[in-house]
């Protein structure tokens, strides 16, 4: 039995789905991919926000609760939502999206909700930690947490901004989420990890890729990743750094690419827990 304990983000039991398209749907039931996530060893489940509609109408979310408790899933993660610093109708939205979230949460029992921005909006560092702050405010009613994610195209590009936002923001329902992806992309150093602080990291992800990518890096996000030492990251230093910093939670897992969505579930969802965890070993007694 290992020691750490792996969530299986969205995209690793979503099989086929149309990844960047506007209805990303999986076409696998959710019944079925949680029952792949717990069999092949996952602690957690994620979903996307259409997935979660769908997962209400189908099963309804009591049941789901039930779902995941019984293949011995417990951590449950929501995905993702954008929009939720800006205004207008983008923000009317993205605040629908919101309440639904936060009521999934609730009613489920979210560990978290992940949030970002995939535009590279220009905001202000006031701006963002104000929102966050509101953001984390409502998760903490709902009983969940908020996870900011860096991305290298988005409005907060690195986990150093990311981490000025969550402590300007000062709720300790917000936290930050860190993608080994996002922060190979971003250019960041993984040494400057070591000093993120602890308390503020809310979850962690891990995944693999090619060094070099072509045509639009978004697309890339989306298309190029690979099973952890099927590509060219140096995931065991981006794992001791993050374990330098104390952090004690969970690690998710995010295979999100083209190949990978071609494997059968089980396949592909074993694939994935085992590869992640080759990378973790076991902590000294």
């Known amino acids: 039995m290992s020691t750490y304990e792996l969530i299986a983000a969205c995209w690793v039991t979503a099989g086929d789905a149309p ?29 996307g926000y259409l997935d979660l509609l769908d997962a209400e109408r189908e099963v309804g979310f009591p049941d789901l609760k039930l779902m995941l408790a019984d293949n011995g899933i417990k951590y449950f993660e929501i995905e993702f939502l954008v929009n939720w610093f800006t205004t207008g109708e983008a923000r009317k939205i993205s605040d629908e999206i919101r309440a639904n979230m936060l009521r999934a949460a609730e009613a489920v029992g979210a560990r978290h909700i992940k949030v970002g921005d995939h ?36 409005a907060v590009k690195t ?5 000025e936002v969550v402590q300007r923001a000062g709720h300790p329902a917000g936290g930050l989420l860190i993608d080994i992806w996002h922060t190979v992309r ?22 693999d890729a090619p060094l070099t990518w072509e045509g639009d890096l978004l697309a890339d996000t989306f298309h190029g990743r690979r099973l952890c030492g099927d590509g060219e990251f140096d995931v065991a230093g981006f794992v001791d750094a993050i374990k330098s910093t104390g952090y004690q939670g969970p690690w998710g897992v995010e295979i999100l690419g083209k190949e990978y969505r071609k494997l059968p ?11 992640t965890l080759s990378f973790l070993g076991q902590p000294a007694a």
């Open 19 to 47: 990844a960047m398209e506007e209805d990303d749907r999986s076409p696998l039931g959710v019944r079925e991919r949680i029952e792949a996530a717990g069999r092949a060893g996952f602690k957690g489940f994620g979903i």
């Open 119 to 154: 535009t590279g909006a220009k905001v202000s560092v006031d701006r963002l930690a104000e929102s966050f702050a509101g953001l984390a405010a409502d998760a903490a009613k709902a009983g969940t947490r908020i996870a900011l994610e860096p991305m290298p195209f988005g």
């Open 159 to 163: 986990p150093q901004e990311g981490l």
């Open 186 to 207: 971003a250019g960041v150093d993984f040494a400057t990890l070591r000093d993120l602080p602890a308390e503020h990291l809310t979850s962690i992800e891990l995944d």
């Open 265 to 275: 579930l089980n396949e592909a969802v074993d694939a994935a827990y085992r590869t």
